[in-house]
C-alpha cells in the first residue's frame, strides 16, 4: 500500500484505503493480514475514524493479545 493510505477504524474493526470513504483493505487476524474489502462504497461521511499508522499497529496487537489470552490461538502480527 502507498504511503498516501490512510488507516481507519469502524466499530472495531481496521481498515486502510485511500480515504476514509474508499476502504480498500481490512485487517483480519484470522487471515493472517491485509485482505481485500468487498464492502459496498464510497462510506457515508460518517463512517469510521481516521487514525495514525501507529495506532492501527497498536489495534492489530491489543487484538492478537487479547485473542491469545481467550486460547484462540497465535495471532502475532506479521510484519510488511
Known amino acids: 500500500m502507498s504511503s498516501r493510505c490512510v488507516y481507519i477504524e469502524n466499530e472495531g474493526a481496521l481498515f486502510r484505503g485511500f480515504g476514509r470513504s474508499h476502504p480498500t483493505e481490512v485487517y483480519s487476524h484470522r487471515e493472517g493480514g491485509w485482505r481485500p474489502y468487498k464492502g459496498s462504497r464510497p462510506k457515508p461521511i460518517e463512517w469510521g ?15 492478537a ?8 490461538g497465535d495471532f ?3 510484519r510488511e
Open 49 to 63: 475514524y481516521e487514525i495514525s499508522e501507529a495506532e492501527a499497529h497498536r489495534m492489530i496487537e491489543e487484538e
Open 76 to 78: 502475532t502480527p506479521k
Open 65 to 72: 493479545k487479547r485473542l491469545a489470552a481467550a486460547g484462540l
